[in-house]
Structures are given as structure tokens and as C-alpha cells.
């Protein structure tokens, strides 16, 4: 029986197990480091299967590692959990209307994302269990993507240190290998002091940190005309000193997100962007500081694993929707606003936006591309990448032109087609899995890839050491009144 053949028949077998999690996860919508229940239900299904789990990992509370197997090679499959504030809806439906008001929501799918890599990480010990060979096979719980870097910090504390190649995949509109780059990022928080006076009688012992945030932005506006074309700065003023104008304004905060294809290209920028603060408090006479709150690094491609991942993604062959799946995935389409219907489409033949207008879900698996596209998005993915050879697909769990974290993507998050997608991702996961850990060929081919694109560069964690994740509360869970007896 052929490899993919195998994991199929290995998935399959426990697939009401996966989509019940996957749809678990999806109704527990907890948002980063938040993630404790979704983290638990996938850390004691690993333990129920046969996993040593470690909770806890790097020290973050919603992190863990679940092992099977011991030594070399070691395989690693990465699983996500978190949802997206404000993005509650109710599932199945074609049009907006929350589930909770102003409640959260799985908006980039990483319910299917996280159950997808387990389903992967218990058929490859399923498979191991059979087929006895040495080697370790982890599955990374990885909380907090979504602007929270968990798998950053993850990467700071060595947890990736001695693994050979990792394996992940995200949900998304089409079947295919990633072969992207993504943008590296820093977020950072200037914060500026002043004085406070009553700005009428004595404006002259005033000085206005709200001024200094004004100007710090017209600094970095005037930056703009001189870097690169694909960085990206982003501000949000969160602090303007207070409502009352006639009070000058003793403190004020604004957040920045750098963003540029390197990581080396965003070091530059943030220590320009960091000399226009200084220059704010000069100008102003306040004081500056500031403190990175998150960052995350480019993503590395990986030809050599993703040419094997794609293989095994052909010979699975992507599932095929029902009339009835299809008529739902027309009905999410025709609800997506037009300028994103034609941004989906410009990226595809006259020809293909006909098939897709027809069937959203179409079963086709792109073809393998030479070279990596740019992606206009960040993910700490890309931290993992640099230490490890990354290879990563997506599947089609939702309609054709879906934009990422809108209602649209939640609605269609316990689909019985985004179920198919995922074990589909999951299926061509394990058999890369397995394969890397039975080719030590291909794992030094991969290894070879990485230190080609890296070049003279090695791996600078974005996030200053003195910088941790934040540890919100675990939220204490009443107990069920106890049954009375009979
Ligand atoms: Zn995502």
C-alpha cells in the first residue's frame, strides 16, 4: 500500500474524533494565551493516544509538546488554537450575525489549523506503532499567532533547537503547497512623559506628550517616501493624555507595527523609527520610552520538503465538495464584497475565476510553482523557520475569495467541507512526516536548503530578552452542582 494510501485509511478511521475537537475548538473561540481549554482538550488527546505531554511549554500556560518515539531524526508538527476578538458569528449561515455580541471568533481558522496537525501527529505514531523506526515525532501546541508571537518565544527558549523539520499547514481557498515569504514584524509601544499644566494660565511649564505623538507620526510619514516599497508601518494612538484640552498632556502612548520582507530590513527601519521618537521628545521636552511588545520573523521556504509535500498532496488528491456543500460555498461567495472578489480573482486566469464562480470549492491542487511568492502578511511561523527546514500547505476549508478574519471564514469553520479540508491537510502532513523520518536523505537536502537562503545570516530572535508573553488569568470554572442521589 502506498504512503498516502496508508495515512488516509489511519485518519479516516478516527476522523469523528478530529472533527469533534475541530468543532470544540471552534465554539470555545478563545483568543491568544488565552487558549486554556482549547490547549487541554488537545494535550489530553494527545496523552489519550500514547503522547508524553508536557505542559506548560517555554513557561507560556496555554503551550505544550506532546512526544512519541525517542532520538534522531526529530519531526515536528505544528498545531494552533487561538481565535480573534470581535469576530463572533454563528456557524452555517450566509449572512453576518454573532453568536455572542462583540464576542470572539475563529476568523483565521485555527480550530481546523490545530486539529489538522494533531490528526497528522496520531496517524504518523498510528503508522509508527506499525511500522517501528527511530526517531521522535512532536507536536507543538502553539498558542497565541494571531499578534501574539507565541511561537517566537517558543523559538527563544530553544524548544525547536534539535528538531530536523517541521510541518504545518493553515486553512485557507485552495488546495496547494505555501511557497511563500512572509513579511518579519515588530510591534512597539512609544510612550512619552511630560507635564501636565493648566494650558491657559501656564502653557509655558506645560509639555505636551500628546504633541510629541503627533509629531513622532509626521516623522514617520515624511520616512515613508524613503524605504523600501514593500515595508509597511502601521500606528494606533492608544493613549492621547486625557479628554480635556485645556490640561496639557502629561502622557501619551501610540503602538507601531514595522513590517519588511527581511528581518534585517525591519531592524533598520525600527532604529529609524526609534530616532524619530527621540527627535519627538527633543522637539517637545518630554521624555521617550518604549518596549517591543511582539515581533515575528520572515518565513524561509523550504523546495526540498515542499516538493515531497506536494507529492503526497497529488496522490491524496483534494476532496471533492457535494451539490450540497458547493450550493452553501456559492452562497458565502455571493456575500463577499466585490473589491475582494476581484482582488481574489486577479490573481487567476479568466478561465479559473469561471470554474471557481461555479464550484468555490473547487478540487483542483495548484501546481508546484519554482521559487516563493511574497505574502502582504506576518506569521511566527516564519521564527520557526529560520532554525528548522519549514514546509507548510494550505486546503480549501472555505469558499473560494473568502477573505482571512471576516465572519465568512467562522461561519464556515465547522463545515463539512472545512472537515474534509482538514483531514485532507492532515493526511498529506503525516505522510511528509513520515517520510522525513524514514529518509534521512531528504532531511539533509532540506537542512542544505535552509543554510543556502540563509546564507552568512543566523537566527536573531525579534523580541528583546527582557521581553515575556503575557499571562492572563486561567478563568476558574465553577463546578457542576453535584447530582443528587437517589
Ligand atoms: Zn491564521
Not at 456543500?325 to 475582494?340: G, H, L, Q, T, V
Request: hydrophobic residues 40%; aromatic residues 6%.
Amino acid at each position: 500500500m502506498r504512503l498516502a494510501e496508508k495515512v488516509s485509511e489511519l485518519i479516516e478511521q478516527k476522523k469523528s474524533q478530529f472533527t469533534e475537537a475541530s468543532d470544540q475548538v471552534w465554539g470555545f473561540a478563545e483568543i491568544r494565551y488565552e487558549e486554556f481549554r482549547s490547549a487541554e482538550l488537545l494535550a489530553n488527546l494527545l496523552s489519550s493516544e500514547g503522547f508524553q505531554v508536557e505542559r506548560e511549554a517555554a513557561g507560556i500556560a496555554t503551550a505544550f509538546v506532546a512526544s512519541y518515539g525517542s532520538g534522531k531524526p526529530v519531526i515536528a508538527l505544528l498545531g494552533e488554537y487561538d481565535a480573534l476578538a470581535g469576530l463572533s458569528q454563528q456557524a452555517g449561515l450566509d449572512d453576518y450575525a454573532p453568536l455572542v455580541p462583540e464576542g470572539s471568533g475563529h476568523g483565521c481558522g485555527h480550530n481546523l489549523l490545530g486539529v489538522g496537525a494533531l490528526a497528522a501527529a496520531v496517524a504518523v505514531k498510528d503508522y509508527l506503532i506499525e511500522n517501528p523506526t527511530a526517531g521522535t515525532l512532536r507536536f507543538y501546541g502553539c498558542p497565541a499567532e494571531e499578534s501574539g508571537a507565541g511561537k517566537t518565544f517558543m523559538a527563544r527558549s530553544g524548544l525547536f533547537d534539535d528538531v530536523d523539520a517541521a510541518i504545518t499547514w493553515h486553512p485557507g481557498t485552495s488546495h496547494a503547497v505555501m511557497q511563500v515569504t512572509s513579511l518579519a514584524t515588530t510591534t512597539v509601544r512609544f510612550r512619552f512623559l511630560g507635564k501636565s499644566t493648566h494650558a491657559a494660565a501656564e502653557p509655558h511649564l506645560g509639555r505636551s506628550a500628546l504633541d510629541a505623538v503627533e509629531l513622532m507620526s509626521v516623522g514617520v510619514n515624511y520616512m515613508r517616501e524613503h524605504m523600501i516599497d514593500q515595508a509597511r508601518i502601521h500606528y494606533a494612538v492608544l493613549n492621547t493624555g486625557g479628554s480635556a484640552p485645556n490640561v496639557v498632556q502629561s502622557q501619551a502612548e501610540v503602538l507601531y507595527s514595522i513590517r519588511a520582507p527581511k528581518s534585517a530590513q525591519v531592524r533598520e527601519l525600527f532604529e529609524r523609527v526609534q530616532d524619530v521618537a527621540r527627535g519627538a521628545a527633543l522637539m517637545t521636552g518630554t521624555r521617550m520610552e518604549f518596549a517591543v511588545t511582539g515581533a515575528t520573523s520572515d518565513l524561509i521556504p523550504n523546495p526540498a520538503l515542499e516538493k515531497v509535500m506536494h507529492r503526497h498532496m497529488e496522490e491524496l488528491s483534494p476532496p471533492v465538495p457535494t451539490e450540497q456543500e458547493i450550493a452553501y460555498a456559492k452562497r458565502i461567495f455571493a456575500s463577499i464584497p466585490e473589491p475582494d472578489k476581484q482582488s481574489a480573482a486577479s490573481r487567476r486566469s479568466r478561465e479559473q475565476v469561471e470554474a471557481l464562480r461555479n464550484n468555490p470549492l473547487l478540487p483542483v491542487l495548484e501546481p508546484l510553482i519554482a521559487g516563493s511568492m511574497p505574502m502582504s502578511a506576518s506569521t511566527d511561523v516564519g521564527d520557526v523557520s529560520w532554525l528548522v527546514p519549514t514546509v507548510q500547505c494550505t486546503t480549501a476549508t472555505w469558499a473560494f475569495a473568502t477573505p482571512g478574519h471576516s465572519w465568512q471564514v467562522v461561519s464556515q469553520g465547522q463545515s463539512s467541507h472545512a472537515h474534509k479540508a482538514m483531514l485532507y491537510a492532515g493526511k498529506a502532513m503525516a505522510a511528509t512526516a513520515i517520510e522525513a523520518l524514514l529518509d534521512p536523505g531528504l532531511l539533509e537536502t532540506a537542512k542544505r536548503d535552509l543554510e543556502l537562503q540563509l546564507g552568512d545570516e543566523s537566527y536573531i530572535c525579534p523580541i528583546p530578552f527582557d521581553v515575556y508573553p503575557p499571562q492572563p488569568e486561567k478563568p476558574v470554572v465553577k463546578p457542576e452542582p453535584a447530582a443528587a442521589s437517589l
